[in-house]
């Protein structure tokens, strides 16, 4: 370890900036944010590996490299520094190597592979040479084999020797049910498949050939089988009942099937985390979504179940609260995992038998990862409001900071305060949210406001950093953000109200924390304005379309004319089993298509935005509400961004996007401004 040390050397967790007195947050600046995720402890405790992503501005692209910190907090090692992220990291169970995935060397359209790095020493190895991308991975207890889940290479996709001959592109042929997916574009035979690494041999042995996606493979305590989650039946793409299922660690193994109810197990869609096996190995726990017919909706409980298959036991039953992430205790008499509460994410534990459950890191915060260590101890990955993710050590009933990543950055900067609100809806719904003030900020004063709203709409604010909220707040704008009927953290029903009635509850939800802020006397009623992406977008175009008070708004990657989305987007499973088809249910489809035929009713001066290659929400779909309004005459401007999915990831594209959002605003809400271009 000594050698690794030396030829890393201890490198500072966060650049060092210019010595100056705090400055307003401007776009700019979020270039120079950290992202820290993905926590795991050395196999001794001693160290804890965490990966930290950041803008890198000359190439335009962001850079993900590994790092390590000392448990006691005495270093930070950076691990990697290649210009190509590098995502991942994982010790083996002795210690010896540290795992990574990274597309080094393998071009601009690299598919991810798995390198090693021998801590004794040397440069780190790739040991996978694939023509698909390793998608995750999880070292076997004995450290002698790796499970991975692989993605098929693409058969259409063009060498790179075929396009600087400039081959015709061959013929797209579909014939699948769910034909596009965003990022990875028309869906076509490629799947994904379990397969074993042998560390000593590096031969790596496909499990589970065939026509299904596996996903969060999880190693049995002896090494000796697997539990994954894959969708099966006679057409996987017409369902979303995902299972548990178990395989022997051997070549020409074949799958048992664990859990057989019609609801979603451990879904990879809802982010709730790989099974656990129990340290005995007699049970797996597992996340449990909710019937088909909820949807996204659906609560999310902790079960277990015999690890030979059987029933399903709930620990959570009657909470009425989503949990994700599980992971044993070391003595497998409870549970640890994630709560998701009104705003919060929070850690919690439940005995193995089921019964109360204990808040162990409680408070308002986001955590949205947690690892526990070989002696007890606890690493969590936290968030508040006027603190960006980082890694801490739980310990004595507080958090001690490891990775430190954006200390020096916020001493640069002023951010707005952020407090919890509640409202009352029109039907007297309590409705959450925060209010955010501008930097500098005068009681008595009242201040142009900007209402932003969450995607999803299964998501929530939480009381965690959000970046688009300070810059608009160090522009001078008060933000109201709302978490209406349709978000999660307040329990099914609340979660459920907008099932097929989108827009209508919601909005009224959403008017009710901007009323709250007006009648605080904090925003102005003559200067309010609204804006979200995805759903956000959806429900802003909702407001704009129902209510007259919003003088500007920006709309991103949204949705108004909902017939337009069937076959065109991502979501037919979600438009069927909610909504019905077009044809036979056309009252629901017109009824939450509301913004579009109801354009001639909008006037609010509106920016729409959308990435040119999302198949998530379609570009057609914001193309449609921008036309709409240019055929009315109203203030509109539409923003494309090139070769984008739904997620705008490109650095300069990422500043754009804030710096429009502060022009509209400025334009429309701040008499006599000027733009915000260049910040």
Same mark, same amino acid.
């Given at each position: ?300 409980? &902790? %079960?277990?179940?015999? #690890? $030979? @298959? /059987? ?6 039953? +009657?909470?009425?609260?989503? =949990? ?22 929070? &850690? %919690?534990?439940?005995? #193995? $038998? @089921? /019964? ?6 409680? +408070?308002?915060?986001?955590? =949205? ?23 801490? %050590? ?286």
């Amino acid at each position: 370890m000594k050698k690794l040390l030396l030829l890393l050397g201890v490198l500072a967790p966060a650049a060092a900036w210019a010595q100056s007195a705090p400055h307003p947050l401007t776009a700019r600046d979020l270039q120079q944010l950290r992202d820290v995720k993905d926590a795991h402890f050395s196999p001794d405790g001693q160290w804890v590996t965490y990966v930290v992503s950041q803008a890198d501005t000359a190439a335009d692209k962001n850079n993900a490299d590994v790092w390590m910190a000392r448990y006691d907090g005495s270093r930070n090692l950076r691990v990697t520094t290649s210009p190509d992220n590098e995502t991942s990291p994982r010790f083996s169970p002795d210690g010896t190597y540290l795992s990574f995935l990274s597309s080094r060397g393998e071009g601009e359209e690299g598919h991810a592979q798995l390198w090693l790095l021998n801590r004794n020493g040397g440069e780190a190895e790739k040991v996978t040479k694939l023509k698909g991308s390793v998608q995750d991975y999880v070292w076997a207890p004995d450290g002698k084999r790796l499970a991975l889940i692989i993605r098929d290479a693409d058969p259409d996709s063009l060498t790179q020797v075929q396009r600087a001959k400039k081959k015709t592109p061959p013929v797209i042929v579909i014939d699948r049910f769910q034909f596009k997916q965003d990022v990875d574009g028309y869906l076509n035979k490629q799947r994904q498949h379990l397969y074993v690494f042998d560390v000593a041999t590096r031969k790596l042995v496909n499990l589970t050939p065939g026509r299904y996606d596996e996903h969060a493979p999880a190693w049995s305590p002896d090494s000796k089988q697997l539990v994954f989650v894959s969708k099966r039946g006679e057409d996987p793409d017409r369902h979303d009942n995902f299972d548990l299922y178990a395989i022997d660690a051997t070549p020409g193994a074949q799958p048992r099937q664990l859990t057989t109810t019609d609801v979603a197990d451990s879904a990879p869609s809802n982010w709730s985390g790989r099974p656990a096996w129990s340290p005995d190995g007699k049970q797996i726990a597992f996340v449990e979504g909710g019937p088909k017919e909820q949807l996204v909706y659906g609560l999310h409980q &902790l %079960a277990v179940i015999p #690890a $030979t @298959g /059987g029933t399903p036991r709930l620990l959570t039953q +009657g909470l009425d609260r989503n =949990t994700l992430k599980p992971q044993w205790s070391k003595d497998g008499k409870s549970l640890y995992f994630l709560l998701e509460d009104d705003r919060a994410q929070v &850690l %919690a534990r439940v005995s #193995a $038998t @089921g /019964g109360k459950v204990e808040r162990v890191l409680d +408070g308002q915060r986001e955590i =949205t990862e947690f690892e526990l260590g070989p002696k007890g101890q606890v690493v969590v990955v936290n968030s508040e409001p006027l603190l960006p993710d980082e890694v801490f %050590a739980f310990e004595k009933k507080g958090l001690r900071p490891l990775s430190k990543q954006n200390d020096a950055w916020l001493k640069t900067v002023q951010l707005g305060a952020v407090e919890p609100i509640q409202a009352k809806s029109k039907d007297g719904t309590l409705v959450s949210g925060f209010v955010v003030k501008p930097v500098g900020y005068q009681a008595g004063q009242k201040y142009p406001t900007v209402l932003r709203i969450h995607g999803g709409p299964v998501s929530q604010f939480a009381y965690s950093f959000s970046p688009e909220w300070q810059v608009l707040a160090a522009r001078g704008y008060a933000v109201v953000a709302s978490n209406p009927r349709g978000s999660s953290g307040r329990g099914l029903e609340y979660c459920r109200a907008i099932y097929a009635d989108w827009g209508n509850k919601d909005s009224d939800d959403a008017l009710a924390v901007v009323d709250y802020a007006v009648q605080q006397g904090v925003a102005d009623p003559g200067r309010l304005g609204v804006g979200g992406w995805s759903y956000g977008g959806i429900l802003t175009d909702h407001l704009i379309a129902r209510d007259k008070r919003f003088k500007a708004a920006t709309s991103g990657a949204g949705i108004a004319n909902v017939l337009a989305g069937y076959g065109t987007d991502q979501y037919i499973r979600d438009y069927e089993t909610e909504l019905g088809t077009p044809w036979d249910h056309t009252d629901v489809w017109m009824r939450i298509s509301y913004p579009f035929f109801h354009a001639g009713q909008i006037n609010t001066p509106t920016l729409f935005l959308c990435g040119e290659k999302d198949f998530n929400v379609p570009l057609l779909n914001t193309e449609q509400m921008y036309q709409a309004l240019q055929s009315r005459k109203v203030p509109t401007q539409l923003i494309i961004y090139p070769g984008q999915f739904h997620g705008i990831s490109k650095p300069s594209y990422v500043k754009d996007r804030y710096d429009r959002y502060l022009a509209w605003y400025d334009k429309y809400l701040k008499a006599g401004s000027t733009s915000a271009g260049g910040q």
